[in-house]
């Protein structure tokens, strides 16, 4: 059974920094592309970042030169650095498989004074 375990969300102040992780289980990741993305209340879920199996990555608009995506094979994790955090980054965090398509149970983060 495949299951991806987000953690490291929490509450931060604008201008702070969190780490998220997900640890991967029932799957190696390291053949796989792996993804984040956040739902924010009322709206729709956005990719935020990728990672594809051989390391290269794109971000989403709002968050480039902010987040950073990266992945540990040995593992069987991928993380994102998040910097430079805006109330507007305030959302659940999901951790993706694109394909076949897994997904976390999502990790909460509030940015706010």
């Known amino acids: 059974q495949v299951q991806l375990v987000e953690s490291g969300g929490g509450l931060v102040q604008p201008g702070g920094s969190l780490r998220l992780s997900c640890a991967a289980s029932?799957?190696?990741?390291?053949?796989?592309?792996m993804e984040w993305y956040r739902q924010a209340p009322g709206k729709q879920r956005e990719l935020v970042a990728h990672?594809?199996?051989?390391?290269?990555?794109n971000y989403g608009d709002s968050v480039k030169d902010r987040f950073t995506i990266s992945r540990d094979n040995a593992k069987n994790t991928v993380y994102l650095q998040m910097n430079n955090l805006k109330p507007e980054d305030t959302a659940v965090y999901y951790c993706?498989?694109?394909?076949?398509?897994?997904w976390g149970q999502g990790t909460q983060v509030t940015v706010s004074s």
């Open positions: 990672i594809e199996y051989n390391g290269r990555t």
């Open positions: 029932g799957v190696e990741i390291s053949g796989y592309n």
């Open positions: 993706n498989i694109p394909t076949p398509g897994y």
